[in-house]
């Protein structure tokens, strides 16, 4: 894990010093504050930024130090800058326009969800595990995005992990994850294919599949609500 949250971080800065050229690279040296004037550490602008939801702007070189300001991006430079981005890899496992296979299900917590149940709904479909790095930094985004459509009753959100209930369930505890996770992922995972993680996956009402994604891409999450509100 250690070496590739350098790696993430890598490929998000670049979308994270928005509209500028030919500015002094950020490095640990470099002095951080918001503002008000206020400084972060490296570990905590860092941190801010994975977040997806700010930006660095260059201000000055004093003493031999780069001074950037941490700014929040407005929602029409959030929207600009995921539009911009390059649309995420599409899922090899999953063709778009191609019918999907309906399957029974059963919740993490016993509940049993019928084939037949699930026409007529727009089906949002995390794969992931514990131990996946990418998978885990995309939770927070993902829980936004169920409580963006918590109102909608067409769109469910099921998780489809490959860890076993106990370490799911303990996992939880600490790390939240609003999706319907569900039981068996591993053989779910298995029978449609899914090899890469995080996979994401999006059927229209009409049975579908819409859109399909796989790794960690600044705009997987805008392309999934994009999506979501094509096919309602």
Not at 88 to 111: C, H, I, V
Not at 131 to 147: H, K, S
Not at 171 to 196: A, C, E, H, M, T
Request: glycine share 4%; charged share 30%; with cysteine.
């Amino acid at each position: 894990m250690k070496k590739l949250l350098p790696l993430i971080f890598i490929f998000f800065l670049p979308f994270c010093l928005l509209g500028q050229n030919k500015v002094p690279k950020v490095n640990e040296e470099s002095i951080i504050i918001d503002e008000l004037g206020n400084q972060y550490s490296y570990t905590q602008w860092r941190n801010i930024l994975m977040r997806q939801e700010h930006y660095l702007q260059f201000r000055s070189r004093e003493n031999d130090k780069d001074i950037f300001v941490i700014r929040k991006y407005t929602e029409e430079q959030k929207e600009k800058r995921m539009a911009a981005a390059p649309k995420p890899k599409s899922s090899p496992s999953f063709t778009e326009g191609y019918a999907f296979k309906y399957f029974n299900m059963r919740t993490l917590d016993g509940q049993k969800i019928k084939a037949k149940d699930l026409s007529g709904k727009v089906l949002v479909f995390n794969f992931w595990f514990i131990n996946c790095p990418p998978c885990r930094a995309e939770i927070p985004e993902l829980n936004r995005l169920v409580d963006r459509y918590k109102n909608d009753k067409d769109v469910m959100f099921l998780g489809v992990a490959l860890d076993e209930k106990a370490d799911l369930e303990e996992f939880f505890k600490k790390n939240p994850f609003n999706y319907i996770q569900l039981r068996w992922g591993r053989d779910i995972s298995s029978s449609q294919g899914v090899k890469s993680y995080p996979t994401h996956l999006v059927v229209d009402k009409e049975g579908k599949i819409q859109f399909s994604g796989q790794g960690l891409s600044v705009n997987t999450v805008y392309w999934i609500d994009k999506t979501i509100k094509e096919v309602l």
